[in-house]
Each structure stands twice: as structure tokens, then as C-alpha cells.
């Protein structure tokens, strides 16, 4: 127990420091937000203090169950400090704020802050961001290392008991490379010529795949041909591995195990931005034909990544909403921040159907024993009870979320949005705000198992009401 809080001590302090930022911003522009976020500065680090005294001194070694359970409050206990900034300056009922920084945290998008404090959006933005990292570090550390959902484990130091020592080492595995890629993302959209604020909110936007941005982003991307131009290259590194980006850091690019899951994805991303070209040209927006080609392969882009940022208003609502659902629920590569079922499992569940079809074709027939990511006994096992814990909470989101949406068809799009952590799919989809408790629940529900590959909520479920 002692290390968990000593983890989540760590995390308040850096919580308190991170609330400093918005807090100077609002200086900057004397808004009268800076006191609300100065209180959250100061009450997260009391928290964080109290705690770390609690229990120093005392020893204790991380255990893999052990992280799995600090992972599931993690993500519930930032949100719960992040909010009450949120609720102020939205402004909005506590459980709404609370949803709305879950979504952020989680990188969902779901939004329901429209014209706020730009403190608010600074706010929101290194919610998502740090949420991202979250993501990325937590894939690395404990969700690959336990194979689940058939996720590859390609750990230094395999076995049960995990030290903390291996969170830091994730952390500075993956943590400088992200934000390098913040930073080019940052000074590229300034380039395009994005404002200060936009550039920022966008860049932390599209390096962790969410969508919490101020409204002047959504009417930078509609209007400058650059900007989008420019962040089709970001979306697309989000959605792949951040194995495979160390490896094309490196200059190893030949060597990293995630090379052919990378190809897939950008053939997928230019076929399937092809084919939304087409939507486009022959919509009611009437796009020229380099206009829409462009508008394609960046709605591509934003729905592969799971960041769900639409070109111009409306874009995805000239498209079939089947496929809009499908391409989002799906999202991009394993051990990315996207998310939904991922690129991984579908290639290798595809693979194993062409092999059975085969068997029955020619009964003696010798095969390969691998899907290419790993083997498909015990991994294509995880694949499909990761399909179907997929599955399973998507159906219960859905119960959950349906009473407080104006129609089915939101009812779903929501429900996908939430559990594969994209941006909102369809225009005029209700924000947290308007969620009733059933509703906020299961979408609360969804986000986070979305982080969790699934599987990992149902674990952190199991270890709650069947301890030994």
C-alpha cells in the first residue's frame, strides 16, 4: 500500500504544479480566474504532502496487481481534483465538471465548455496531455508486461513483482520523445499560423489524440489549408507505437518490431482518406477536389488516431455513419494513445480466420504459428477476451447512456465515442454537462476501461470484490 501512495502523492504534486500554468495565464489576461487555480495548486499539493508523510519510511515493492489498481484510481483521482477549476470557470454542476475532466484526462473530447477563460482550455489542454502520457507509460509498464488483451509484451524484466523503479523507467523512456513531438507540434502550428493559444491546445490535442480545444481551433482548421496540411503528419504519429517511434528516433527503423503494424495503418489511413475525399466532393459543402482529397485524408487521420477533430463543421455528418462508428472503434496501433479495439487485434484476428478457412480447404495443410506480433496460443486467447470485454462494456455503456441522448443513433455514437476515447462523432451529440447520473456513469465507465484496454477494468474489478 505504501507505494501506491507515495505514486499518487507524486501525481498530486505534479497536479499542483501543472495548475500553476493556467494560473499565470489568467494572471496574463486578468480574467479573475488565476485564484481558482491557485487554490487547486494549493490544495493538491497539501493533499500531496500529507500523504507522502503518511507513509514515509515505510518499504513496500510494487506488485502488478498492485499497479493495476493504482491505475483505476489515478484516473478517477485527477479528474476529482481537476474539476472543481472546471465547474467554476465553465461554469457547471460538479458532476458535469467532473465527467468533463475525466474526458479530457482521458482524452476523449467530449466537451461541453464552449466560449471560456482561456486559463480554462490551458487547463484542459495539460489535462489531455498528461493524460496521453498516462496512457503511453501505463501501456509500457503494465498493460503490455501483462499481456493483456493480447497486447506484446517485449519487457527487459518479465515476472510478477514490478518495482517502481520500472514506472520511472517507462516514464523516461517515453516522456522525452512526447514531448519533443509536443514542442515540433507546438512551433508547427504557430508556423501555419495559428495563435498562441490555439497552437498550444492544438498541439497537445493531436500528440495525445484528444479534442478538447477552444472553439477559434476548430475555426483555424476549417479555414487554414497549412494547418491541416500540417497536423495530418502529428494525428498519424499519435496513432502509431511508441515503440516504433523510439526505434525511427534511433534511426533503427528497419529493426523495430512494430514496422509492419505501422505500414498497415498508413495504407489504411490513405485508402480510407481517399474514400472520405469522395464523400466530400460529392457533399453539400461542394469542395473542390484537392480540397476534399485534403479534407479526407485529415478526417482519416482524426478518426484513425481516435482524436475525432473534424476538418470543417459537419464533415463527418456527410459520411455514413457506420463507417465514422467503425473506423473510430477500430482506432490505430497497439501501445499508442489511441484507442478503440486496435490495429494489432484486428490483423491478427483476420490472419487466424484465413488460417482456419484454410484447414478446412486443405485439412493437412502446415502453417506458420504466428499472427507476426506474437504467437496466436495464449496472445490470439487475449485477443479475443479483449474483443469480447470490448464488446460486452460497449453493449453496457450503451444501456447506460441511451436515457439521456435525443435519439439511438446519438445514443451509439456517443457510447463509441466514450469507449474508444474519440472526440464527439456526430454535431449536436449532448456534452457531459447534460448527462443524467445513469448516463454519466457508464460513459465515466467507458473512458476509462478505453484506457485500460478494456480487460484491464474488468481486472481492476475482479481484484475488488474477490481479494485474496
Known amino acids: 500500500m505504501a507505494p501506491i501512495l507515495r505514486l499518487f502523492a507524486l501525481v498530486l504534486a505534479l497536479l499542483a504544479a501543472a495548475a500553476l500554468v493556467p494560473a499565470l495565464v489568467g494572471l496574463g489576461a ?39 489498481a ?25 458532476g458535469g465538471a467532473v465527467l468533463e475532466a475525466l474526458s479530457a484526462f482521458t482524452t476523449t473530447g467530449l466537451s461541453s465548455v464552449g466560449e471560456a ?4 482550455h490551458v487547463w484542459l489542454a495539460l489535462l489531455q496531455w498528461a493524460g496521453g502520457l498516462l496512457t503511453l507509460v501505463a501501456g509500457i509498464a503494465v498493460l503490455a508486461p501483462a499481456g493483456v488483451a493480447g497486447l506484446p509484451d517485449r519487457a527487459v524484466h518479465p515476472g510478477e513483482t514490478v518495482e517502481a523503479i520500472d514506472l520511472l523507467d ?28 490555439s497552437a498550444a491546445t492544438l498541439a497537445t490535442a493531436v500528440i495525445s489524440t484528444g479534442a478538447h480545444v477552444p ?24 496513432a502509431t507505437s511508441v515503440r516504433w517511434h523510439k526505434a525511427l528516433v534511433s534511426r533503427r527503423i528497419h529493426a523495430a518490431p512494430e514496422q509492419g503494424e ?8 490513405a485508402v480510407f482518406g481517399l474514400v472520405m475525399g469522395a464523400y466530400f466532393f460529392r457533399g453539400a459543402a461542394g469542395l473542390h477536389t484537392h480540397e476534399a482529397v485534403l479534407d479526407g485524408l485529415f478526417g482519416a487521420a482524426s478518426l484513425i488516431s481516435t482524436t475525432g477533430l473534424a476538418p470543417h463543421r459537419g464533415a463527418f455528418d456527410e459520411l455514413p455513419p457506420a463507417l465514422v462508428l467503425a473506423v473510430a472503434f477500430v482506432g490505430g496501433g497497439a ?20 488460417g ?33 470485454a470490448l464488446c460486452l462494456t460497449f453493449a453496457a455503456a450503451l444501456i447506460l447512456i441511451a436515457g439521456s441522448m435525443p435519439s439511438f443513433e446519438a445514443a451509439v455514437s456517443t457510447a463509441v465515442s466514450a469507449l474508444s476515447n474519440t472526440g464527439p462523432l456526430l454535431d449536436g451529440t449532448p456534452g457531459p454537462e447534460d448527462f443524467d447520473l445513469l448516463a454519466a456513469v457508464g460513459a465515466g465507465f467507458a473512458m476509462i476501461a478505453g484506457r485500460l484496454e478494456t480487460v484491464g477494468a474488468f481486472v481492476i474489478i475482479h481484484l475488488a470484490f474477490w481479494r485474496t
Request: hydrophobic content about 60%.
Open 30 to 68: 486578468r480574467d479573475g480566474s488565476a485564484p481558482v487555480f491557485i487554490a487547486t495548486a494549493v490544495a493538491s499539493l497539501f493533499l500531496a504532502g500529507a500523504v507522502h508523510l503518511a507513509v514515509r519510511g515505510r518499504p513496500g515493492r510494487l506488485r502488478r496487481l498492485h499497479l493495476f
Open 70 to 94: 493504482a491505475l483505476g484510481v489515478l484516473w478517477l483521482l485527477v479528474p476529482i481534483m481537476a474539476a472543481p477549476a472546471v465547474a467554476v470557470l465553465a461554469p457547471m454542476a460538479f
Open 117 to 120: 477563460p482561456a486559463s480554462l
Open 170 to 197: 517507462a516514464l523516461g523512456t517515453v516522456a522525452p520523445i512526447y514531448g519533443l513531438a509536443t514542442l515540433v507540434a507546438f512551433i508547427a502550428m504557430l508556423g501555419a499560423g495559428a495563435s498562441l493559444l
Open 215 to 238: 472553439p477559434e481551433v476548430h475555426e483555424f482548421l476549417a479555414a487554414s489549408v497549412p494547418g491541416r496540411w500540417v497536423t495530418i503528419p502529428f494525428l498519424l504519429w499519435s
Open 262 to 269: 505501422s505500414l498497415i495503418l498508413f495504407g489504411y489511413w
Open 335 to 354: 501501445l499508442s494513445v489511441s484507442g478503440g479495439l486496435k490495429i494489432l487485434r484486428v490483423r491478427a484476428m483476420l490472419l487466424r480466420a484465413r
Open 356 to 388: 482456419d478457412l484454410m484447414r478446412l480447404v486443405y485439412p493437412n495443410l502446415v502453417q506458420p504459428s504466428r499472427t507476426g506480433e506474437g504467437g496466436v496460443g495464449s496472445a490470439m486467447r487475449g485477443v479475443w477476451v479483449g474483443m469480447v
